[in-house]
C-alpha cells in the first residue's frame, strides 16, 4: 500500500515508477481524491463543532429558562444530527473509494530495477553450476516419475481434477526429504525460525500481503470467507500484523514448509505437464521483517540462502534480476532463480526473492520502534522461496536420470533418503 502523503510530495516520482508497471498517470487522480477526502472531513468537523456549541447553548438556555430560543436551539441539534450522519457516510466513502485504488496499485520498482514489460527485459546475472551432458535424449520428469512407477497423474486426475499429482515410495520420501534438508539447512546454518503455519487465513491477511484484492481469480475460497494460502509468505508477513515491534527485535527470519493452493487463472496450456504448475505444491519459504536502511543487504542474504540450496544439491542454475513489468504486485526488486531443466534444454523458476520495502508491512499496519526516538516506522518486509519442493524434484529427476531409466540422487540426500538412487524396483 502506498502513503498518500508521501505520495502528494513526491507525484512524479510516483508517476514515474508506476509507468515502469505500465500504468499511467495516478498521481493527481489519487491527490484529487484525497483532497475530496480532506474537504468532506473539514466539512464534518465544522458540523460537529457546530453541534457541541448548540449543546452548550441549550444548556445556558435551559438555566435561563429561555423556552422559544431553546426550542429553536434543539430544532438545529437534530438538523446537526442528521447532517452529521450523512456527513460520516460521505467522509467513510471517500476514504474506502481512496484506499480502493491505493490497494490495486503495485509497488514502486526500485531505481536499479531494468525497465521493462515482461521477461524479454530480464538481467542476467549470472550462472552457476555445469550443465549436465546426456549420451541419449534426456526424459522429462514425469516420463522418469512414471518409468520409476512411482509418479501418477492419471489417478491423480480421477481422485482431484487435472492438475493434481501423486507420488509413492521413494519420490514421496524424496518430497519429505527435501523439504527436511532445506528447512534444517536455513534453520541450523542460517537462522531462520521454522514454522508450521496453517494452509486456510483471512481475507485481511491475503490483503497485507498484496494477494487481493488483485489475484482473487488465483485463489481457493471457502463458504466461510477464508482462502486457501498461495504460499506461505501470506501467513509469515501476518505474523506482525497490528503489531509495534522493538529496533532490538529485528531482523525478524522466518521459514515455513507448506502446501499451496493456485487455480492458476489464465495459465490454461502453459506448463500444465508434471510437477511444474499444479494446484497443489508444497515450498519452503523464507520471510524477514528488517530495519529499512539493512533490507538490500537482506535481501541479497536470503537469495544467497536460496542459492546454497541448489548448490548443495548439485543443481546448473542462474541469478536474473526481473524488469518492472516482470516483478510481482508487492515487490520493490526481485532476484529469480532459475534451475536448468535438460528435457526442454531451458532455465525454468524455482525461487522469487522480492524486497518488498514497506509496502506489506503498511498494509498489514506492521510497525517497529526505535530506541529513545517517539512514534513509529514501517519495517520493509522480504519474501523468498527456499526453495520450491515440487520443482526442485523435478529437476534432480532430469539433472541426475540415466539410460537405464534410474536416477542418481545428491550426495546431501543419500542420508535421509536411505539410498543413492532412484529405481524401478519391479524392473
Given amino acids: 500500500m502506498h502513503d498518500i502523503k508521501a505520495l502528494r510530495d513526491a507525484q512524479q516520482n510516483f508517476d514515474e515508477g508506476m509507468r515502469k508497471r505500465g500504468i499511467d498517470n495516478q498521481a493527481q487522480m489519487l491527490v484529487t481524491k484525497h483532497d475530496a477526502w480532506r474537504e468532506a472531513v473539514r466539512e464534518l468537523e465544522t458540523l460537529q463543532a457546530e453541534r457541541n456549541e448548540t449543546a452548550i447553548l441549550i444548556a445556558t438556555l435551559a438555566k435561563q429558562q429561555d423556552g422559544e430560543n431553546r426550542e429553536k436551539a434543539t430544532k438545529r441539534a437534530k438538523e446537526l444530527k442528521t447532517a452529521i450522519a450523512a456527513e ?5 466513502k471517500k476514504d474506502e473509494q481512496l484506499k480502493l485504488v491505493l490497494s490495486l496499485l503495485p509497488n514502486i520498482p526500485s531505481r536499479d530495477v531494468p525497465d521493462g514489460k515482461d521477461e524479454g527485459n530480464n538481467e542476467l546475472l549470472r550462472e552457476v553450476g555445469e550443465l549436465p551432458t546426456f549420451a541419449f535424449a534426456p526424459r522429462s520428469h514425469d516420463e522418469i516419475g512414471e518409468g520409476l512407477a512411482e509418479m501418477d497423474f492419471p489417478r491423480a486426475a480421477r481422485v482431484a481434477g487435472a492438475r493434481f499429482s501423486l507420488l509413492y515410495g521413494n519420490l514421496a520420501k524424496l518430497e519429505r526429504a527435501l523439504a527436511t534438508f532445506m528447512l534444517d539447512t536455513h534453520t541450523k546454518e542460517f537462522g531462520y525460525t521454522e514454522v508450521c503455519a496453517p494452509v486456510l487465513v483471512r481475507e485481511e491477511t491475503l490483503f497485507g500481503s498484496g494477494h487481493l484484492p488483485k489475484f482473487h481469480e488465483d485463489l481457493f475460497n471457502t463458504e466461510d470467507g477464508r482462502y486457501l494460502i498461495p504460499t506461505a509468505e501470506t501467513v509469515l508477513t501476518g505474523l506482525h500484523a497490528g503489531e509495534v515491534m522493538e529496533e532490538a527485535d529485528l531482523p525478524k527470519r522466518y521459514v515455513a514448509w507448506t502446501n499451496c493452493f493456485r487455480a492458476e487463472a489464465g495459465a490454461a ?57 516482470d516483478m510481482g504486485f508487492s515487490a520493490e526488486k526481485t532476484y529469480d532463480l532459475e534451475v536448468w531443466m535438460p528435457a526442454q534444454g531451458i532455465y525454468r523458476e524455482i525461487s ?76
Fill in 88 to 92: 460520516e457516510d460521505k467522509v467513510r
Fill in 269 to 325: 496450456g502453459r506448463d500444465t505437464k508434471g510437477l511444474l504448475r499444479l494446484h497443489q505444491f508444497s515450498k519452503v519459504e523464507l520471510v524477514s521483517y528488517t530495519l529499512p536502511e539493512h533490507s538490500e543487504d537482506e535481501h541479497g542474504r536470503m537469495t544467497a540462502c536460496a542459492e546454497e540450496i541448489l548448490k548443495r544439491l548439485h543443481l546448473p542454475y542462474r541469478v536474473i534480476l526481473l524488469c518492472a513489468g
Fill in 352 to 427: 522469487s526473492c522480492s524486497n518488498c520495502a514497506a509496502f506489506q508491512s503498511r498494509r498489514l499496519n506492521a510497525r517497529f520502534r526505535r530506541r529513545g526516538v517517539k512514534g513509529t516506522e514501517f519495517p520493509h518486509a522480504l519474501n523468498g522461496s527456499g526453495l520450491a519442493v515440487g520443482r526442485t524434484m523435478a529437476a534432480i529427476l532430469e539433472n541426475g536420470q540415466r539410460q537405464d531409466g534410474s536416477v542418481r540422487l545428491p550426495e546431501v540426500l543419500w542420508e535421509l533418503m536411505g539410498t543413492k538412487e532412484l529405481r524401478n524396483c519391479a524392473s
